[in-house]
């Protein structure tokens, strides 16, 4: 069987021709094996390098060696503009980038003197070395000779000829003793010095923090909120990304800090202006708010921007970490039980700048628009403001709350109108009530030139209702809508064209504003323009204008839900900073139960206020019913003053009423205006006693 064998090798030491021994065949476990190993070594040098521990080696490493390498630069730098003349060229350009041009001849004029000093550096340079061997010669032979002269005195006092070479022998050992103590210190010297020299050099990049963000440890990397800095600004405007500021900053002398004025306390943060080089726009500043925002370890709602007067300046206003998060406190109507109010001289005190100082509001002959997102406080900022005109009692409110769930109730005996639902049959209420305000305001202007008026305040809320209602008159004529033949649209038109001449001023709160549910015209009628949180850019220029957002007004950058009550308000009617075109105010929050205390201040300054809850028709109405409808409890009124109430119960029918009529509604009743200490007044008892003998029920009904 040997026989048969095929040799496959031949054994060097043995002539005999063998098979090897056969390889024991590979098993599957064999072969997963190495596989098994693989896997753990990878998932353990994975553990290894994603741990904790080795990212803070890292980091450490990262942080010391950028340290070394940041120290070297600035090393480098600070040697070289002192060899040179690049800081002077530097400080020039930096200069005519920031246009002052007088800067930039008197560092021309320092380069001049610098170069001329240092060509007569290098003049001397050459003359040097015949200068140094002159002066070495001069110097040997004069040290050779004072040593010897010594020595001879030495000689003459010891009496000694010996001494004449000791001087000259004493210094050649001092000599050999020098290099002697060179030879020992110069081998450790030449081993720590580089080592010296390294840490020097660490040190400058420690102390300018050279190291990256992500290199510092996690008490420094995560510490947002920190103090804002002249080089925090200058590092985080160079990093926004704007090609033309960062090269101008590398550029000035002093790394840009000549663009900043002085940064200010102001309110919950800070304030500085920043004057930008030649070739960056604020716009493009502007359009970079979040990233600079977090450039300066804040959020995006942190930091406002905004235009000064100063051409192409932009002033920062960067809050402390968290501060717009906090409450501000109530409001002084709250805190104040005796405040009144006086719509002419006085401002309403609505809420709180970003630098913390009081934003009070200007009411007296402005046409008001509020507008914003839903339930982000518009109602509690416009019914406050209602609130403090409800304490000026010369103030008449009428108000149709086209919502109707009971915001507006504690008015209800305030207000001679009050108007609560969202139908189209509450719509056209409002309307009939805006109308009415439109013959009010008619009536006014035909009276003599000079006439004093109390002002009359009408308020809608919601009002993008009324625009989107679909309900058409008997007249065929639309009650919403924004063409001429629209009613609601026409009497807002009517009242902003002319009413503020009269003191008849309309106020209204829409949401989510568009074309359609807020016209053009209706927009830019109003005086006074406030906008809570939006949604797109497009729609805070709807509810601001186009002044006010190129101005830096964002209320669609503030934060739906967080923000409420933040408005971004633009009006002559509050103080705005010089320069800008709007301002941003935190309102106090007044909640329902507040308001209905303070409306029951107000109504006790006030006396006989029947509100209507609906508009009469102009075509039914009793005048002896109304009239005494309008005298309320009251014993007596003036006939003034019932001409006054009866006009707002029913404007339509008594808007244009005289004291003539009134004397000819009551002659021969019994009930007739008479004198009471000098005035013509009305008594309720008398036409009580009227309208009670009166053979009509309803007419007697009505007078119980």
Not at 112 to 124: E, N, P
Not at 254 to 261: C, E, I, N, W
Not at 362 to 367: A, G, K, M, T
Not at 534 to 551: H, P
């Amino acid at each position: 069987m040997t026989d048969n064998v095929v040799p496959l090798f031949k054994d060097p030491l043995n002539t005999a021709d063998t098979i090897p021994a056969a390889a024991p065949a590979p098993t599957a476990h064999d072969a997963v094996r190495p596989v098994r190993v693989w896997r753990r070594t990878g998932r353990g040098l994975r553990a290894a390098v994603t741990s904790e521990q080795t990212r803070a080696a890292a980091r450490l490493v990262a942080r010391h060696g950028m340290y070394v390498i940041g120290g070297t630069r600035i090393t480098a730098k600070r040697t070289w503009d002192g060899r040179t003349a690049s800081r002077y060229e530097r400080m020039i350009r930096a200069a005519e980038a920031g246009g002052n041009f007088e800067e930039a001849k008197e560092w021309e004029d320092r380069l001049t003197r610098f170069r001329a000093a240092r060509h007569h550096r290098r003049m001397d340079l050459l003359k040097a070395p015949q200068d140094a061997v002159k002066s070495a010669a001069y110097g040997t032979g004069l040290t050779a000779g004072g040593l010897l002269l010594l020595g001879i005195v030495l000689a003459i006092a010891n009496k000694d000829a010996s001494w004449i070479l000791a001087p000259i022998a004493a210094v050649i050992d001092a000599v050999g003793a020098i290099v002697y103590v060179a030879t020992v210190v110069w081998g450790p010297a030449v081993t720590v010095g580089p080592w010296l020299a390294l840490l020097a050099l660490w040190g400058v990049g420690r102390q300018k923090q050279t190291a990256p963000q992500w290199a510092l440890p996690a008490q420094q990397r995560d510490d947002v909120g920190a103090p804002i800095t002249p080089s925090i600004v200058v590092t985080a405007l160079r990093d926004l990304g704007i090609a033309p500021l960062r090269n101008a900053i590398k550029e000035m002398g002093d790394v840009g800090a000549a663009m900043l004025g002085p940064i200010r306390i102001a309110g919950c943060g800070v304030e500085v202006d920043v004057t930008l080089p030649s070739g960056v726009s604020t716009a493009e500043v502007q359009g970079r708010r979040r990233k600079l925002a977090e450039n300066l370890a804040r959020h995006e709602h942190e930091v406002f921007i905004t235009l000064p007067a100063a051409a192409r300046t932009v002033r920062l206003w960067i809050a402390d970490s968290g501060a717009l998060d906090e409450p501000i406190g109530p409001s002084p109507l709250v805190t104040d039980e005796t405040m009144t109010a006086n719509y002419r001289t006085g401002k309403a005190p609505w809420g709180q700048d970003l630098r913390g100082d009081a934003a009070t509001l200007s009411l007296y002959q402005r046409h008001l628009l509020i507008t914003g997102l839903s339930n982000q406080g518009k109602t509690a900022a416009l019914r406050a403001l209602a609130l403090w005109l409800a304490l000026d009692k010369t103030v008449e409110l009428r108000i149709a709350d086209l919502k109707g769930v009971g915001d507006w109730g504690m008015f209800d005996g305030l207000a001679t109108t009050l108007i609560q639902g969202p139908t189209d049959e509450h719509v056209i209420q409002a309307t009939e009530m805006v109308e009415g305000m439109v013959a009010e305001m008619e009536r006014r202007i035909q009276m003599p030139p000079g006439t004093v008026f109390d002002p009359l305040v009408g308020i809608v809320d919601e009002a993008q209702v009324a625009f989107m209602c679909p309900a058409v008159g008997d007249d065929k004529r639309p009650y919403g809508g924004s063409k001429a033949t629209s009613r609601y649209f026409m009497a807002v038109r009517k009242i902003h064209n002319q009413g503020r001449a009269v003191d008849v001023i309309l106020e209204e709160g829409t949401q989510d504003p568009t074309d359609q549910n807020l016209p053009k015209l209706v927009r830019e009628g109003a005086h006074t323009r406030i906008s809570l949180a939006l949604g797109t850019e497009s729609q805070a220029r709807m509810a601001l204008g186009d002044k006010a957002v190129d101005g830096g007004a964002a209320p669609h950058l503030l934060r739906q839900g967080l923000d409420k009550g933040t408005v971004v308000v633009a009006s002559d009617g509050i103080k705005i900073p010089a320069g800008q075109a709007s301002i941003t105010v935190r309102t106090h929050y007044i909640d329902t139960d507040t308001a209905g205390v303070i409306a029951d201040r107000a109504k006790a300054l006030r006396s006989g206020i029947v509100t209507a809850h609906t508009v009469p028709d102009a075509a039914e109405h009793e005048p002896l019913a109304d009239i005494l409808t309008v005298l309320g409890t009251e014993t007596r009124v003036l006939t003034q003053e019932v001409l006054k109430r009866l006009a707002a119960l029913n404007d339509k029918a008594y808007g244009r009423w005289s004291f003539i009529d009134l004397k000819r509604v009551l002659d021969g009743t019994g009930a007739e205006p008479y004198k009471s200490d000098g005035r013509m007044v009305i008594g309720r008892d008398r036409l009580a006693r009227v309208l009670a003998n009166r053979p009509d029920e309803g007419s007697a009904s009505a007078a119980e």
